[in-house]
């Protein structure tokens, strides 16, 4: 049973555009949120974070949007930068739980 | 310091070899994951510390034996794996205690089992 799905397996932008990457949640328990990026045969690296009490949090070219009640969020990276390019994972937490659940992640690639 | 460090970066075993997987914080996290990410898939939790002390552990084969010597130091001992094991092992830390859970990943080993 996935409880994080991210149903795009990737997306295609252009240099200087928008990318949205997108995320669904079946948990209704889950109330942080989580966005990685990850290289090739490298660890995830933190992006950008949003807790449920909020449904907006930007850091510079990312801004992250949740919507409880469709139990989604989604990652906006303007403008996109070629080295961009990775894959993104969603993840997903419970307040007092120590388990991060991932989705499958998003290949992105910006082209220029 | 947001490092979290990982040796060896990659690893060649036989199935009947016994190898350690380390894996280093001193970020002061009091919680230490081990997760497992095969090719194309994402990362699974298979372990996590928290103050030292196991406090999940995702029904991981016995071959897999996790160790916290210490709040820093996180070890993972392999005994007698098999080739589907070969995988991209990360280790990660987050401040633990609790709340938020925002880790931290090492860079990761290549184990491939032969």
């Known amino acids: 049973d996935q409880q994080v799905k991210q149903n795009s397996p990737s997306l295609s932008v252009q240099e200087g555009r928008i990318s949205i990457l997108n995320c669904d949640y079946t948990?209704?328990?889950?109330?942080?949120f989580l966005w990685y990026k990850k290289y090739p045969a490298e660890g995830p690296t933190f992006l950008i974070s949003?807790?449920?009490?909020?449904d907006k949090n930007e850091d510079g070219r990312f801004t992250v949007f949740l919507n409880k009640s469709a139990k989604h969020l989604s990652l906006h990276i303007v403008p996109s930068q070629p080295g961009d390019s990775a894959v993104y994972f969603c993840?997903?937490?419970?307040?007092?739980?120590?388990?991060?659940?991932f989705g499958a992640g998003t290949i992105l690639r910006v082209k220029s | 310091d947001t490092e979290v460090t990982q040796t060896p970066k990659h690893l060649v075993m036989g199935m009947t070899n016994k190898k350690s997987l380390k894996c280093e914080q001193h970020?002061?996290?009091?919680?230490m994951y081990w997760y497992k990410q095969k090719a194309k898939k994402p990362p699974e939790l298979m372990f996590v510390?928290?103050?030292?002390?196991?406090?999940i552990n995702e029904s991981v084969p016995s071959r897999f034996s996790p160790e916290c010597p210490n709040s820093s130091l996180l070890n993972l001992h392999l005994h007698a794996l098999q080739p589907e094991d070969s995988a991209l092992y990360l280790c990660?830390?987050?401040?633990?205690?609790?709340?938020?859970?925002?880790?931290?990943f090492g860079q990761g080993t290549r184990l491939t089992v032969v």
């Open positions: 970020m002061g996290h009091r919680a």
């Open positions: 990660a830390s987050s401040q633990g205690g609790g709340g938020y859970t925002e880790a931290f």
């Open positions: 510390y928290s103050y030292e002390k196991l406090s």
């Open positions: 949003i807790s449920s009490i909020k």
């Open positions: 948990n209704s328990m889950f109330d942080y």
């Open positions: 993840a997903a937490s419970e307040r007092y739980g120590n388990k991060l659940v």
